[in-house]
Every structure is written in C-alpha cells, then in structure tokens.
C-alpha cells in the first residue's frame, strides 16, 4: 500500500531565506509524486511532479523538488522564500502497480515571515 | 474555462438527512475522485472512478455512496449523514489517472448536526 509522511506540521522561515517542505513516501513499485499547494479558502493546485526522468523537478512559482531513491524522498525547495509562500502544501504519491488510488500526507503549514 | 464545479459550497444540514454534492468537470477527463479535509490528517481519498459505470472505494468510503453514469458528473451521496462526516469535501478530475494532475474543485464545507 501507499503511504506518505510529511514529519513537520509547520515550518517557518524569513522572506528571501531558502525553504525545504520535506515529503518521505512508501509504493510498491515505481513512485509518481506530487506536490499541491492549497492557499486560505481555495482549492488545491498542482506545484509539480516527478514521473521518471532527472531527480530534479522544476514547478511553478519557482519550487522545485528532488526525488532521492535511496531514501524514498521527494523534498519540495525553493532558493528564495516570498510572504507570498505562505500556505499548505501537500505531498502526494500513486504507483504504477495498477492501484488507482492517490494518497496524500497530512500536509505542511509554510509560513513566510517578512 | 476548464474547471471542476461543486455544489453546494457551503452546508449545514442534520443527523440523517439525506444529500448530495455534486460534482462535474468540462475537461472530458476519465478519472474523478473524492477527497475529505480534516486537520491533522490531510486530504484522505473517499472513491474514485476511472470511468462511467466504473468506481471503486478509496481509504474512507464508509458511509458514503457514489455513481458515475455520466463521463463529467461524479455526485458524491451522504444517505444518512453524522456528525463525524463533518468535514471539507473536494472533488478532483484528471486526464486518465492517479498518474496525471489533478484539477480539484472549490471545495464544500459540510456540517452535519
């Protein structure tokens, strides 16, 4: 079964200092991963994804996120944080052993203070 | 515009009264899903459907019910609603799979007293 764990609830960090949302995940077979973004009151929208291919994936808004094997994780960073950062950011993660489910960590509160 | 509309966005209703959240998509996408939000424990999948006539349970399906007779609606059905499935519901639609990105809806605030 899939699984995905996002240990830290809420990580702060001072505008224009560099950010790490950390993500470990759990598949069976071959990891597609996901990040989404949900700000106050909206929907969630889609960050970026890995699928196969270089480890570092590049999304929008200027994040990107690096898919390590060896330590089944897929860390979501960005150089330079902005207040506008600020939100939930989920990890997500399906395989391609048939199960057509999707499953999401609890997510991570990101505040970005001036 | 391409989008996934649900309705209602907000709800309040009572122990037992039967609803249902509707959910549709104008994208032509195979796959729709249901999530729940709740704090603490992120977004945990209730039912997907890879196609018409075609739904299977996610981690929570318990008390809950859907149907996919069209390609673009997924109605989501609460048929005797409690308390405990207060909660904020997003349905999500996306080109084939859990593979794909997915494209979620606003979002429905329910509160069941």
């Known amino acids: 079964a899939q699984s995905v764990a996002q240990p830290e609830d809420q990580v702060n960090v001072a505008e224009g200092n560099p950010l790490t949302v950390k993500c470990t995940y759990s598949v069976s077979g071959n990891p597609y991963l996901f990040w989404y973004v949900q700000y106050p009151n909206r929907g969630l929208q889609f960050l970026l994804k890995?699928?196969?291919?270089?480890?570092l994936v590049k999304g929008s808004y200027g994040f990107e996120a690096e898919f390590n094997k060896s330590q089944t994780s897929f860390h979501l960073k960005k150089p330079s944080a902005l207040v506008s950062d600020s939100a939930l950011y989920f990890c997500a993660v399906s395989d391609n052993t048939g199960f057509q489910k999707l499953v999401f960590g609890t997510g991570t509160r990101l505040l970005v203070s001036p | 515009e391409a989008q996934v509309t649900q309705n209602p966005r907000y709800l309040i209703t009572v122990t037992g009264k039967k609803l249902t959240v509707t959910c549709s998509q104008n994208m032509n996408h195979e796959y729709m899903s249901w999530y729940r939000q709740d704090p603490g424990l992120g977004l945990r999948q209730i039912y997907y459907s890879m196609n018409v006539e075609v739904t299977d349970k996610g981690d929570v399906p318990e008390g809950y019910k859907v149907s996919r007779k069209e390609k673009r609606n997924f109605p989501l059905i609460l048929e005797s609603p409690s308390p405990n499935q207060t909660s904020l519901y997003f349905c999500a639609s996306s080109p084939l799979g859990p593979e794909d990105t997915q494209y979620f809806g606003p979002g429905t605030r329910l509160t069941v007293l």
């Open positions: 890995y699928i196969t291919g270089d480890n």
